[in-house]
Nanobody, 123 residues
């Protein structure tokens, strides 16, 4: 059974950092792109960042470019999202998700989701 376990969220102050982790089990992560999405109350899931299965291509939402960095360690079957200089608008529930090889950025094409973790940034 394909599963993703996301972790690492929490409450931080404006300008601080957090690192989110997403651990895969039940499938060969090296064949899948891994993305991070976020959602706030009353809104759909927004694509934040994604990394292709080989790790050669990464992309980011304009709102997080220069502050967030996505990386992966296929040996550990884990993908990370380093979030620096957090802003109040980064407050959301963050989800990791996997799709085959390439990053579409679309929630509907993801094959498996983590449960979601809250990130809260206070000013």
């Amino acid at each position: 059974q394909m599963q993703l376990a996301d972790s690492g969220g929490g409450l931080v102050q404006f300008g601080e950092s957090l690192r989110l982790s997403c651990a895969a089990s039940g499938f060969a992560l090296e064949y899948y792109a891994l993305g991070w999405f976020r959602q706030t109350a009353g809104k759909g899931r927004e694509a934040v960042s994604c990394i292709t299965n080989e790790g050669d291509i990464t992309n980011y939402a304009d709102s997080v470019k220069g502050r967030f960095t996505i990386s992966r360690d296929n040996a550990k079957k884990t993908v990370y999202l380093q979030m620096n200089n957090l802003q109040a608008e980064d407050t959301a529930i963050y989800f990791c998700a996997a799709e085959y090889k390439f990053c579409s950025g679309f929630p509907r094409t993801q094959e498996v989701w983590g449960r979601g973790i809250p990130v809260s940034v206070s000013s």
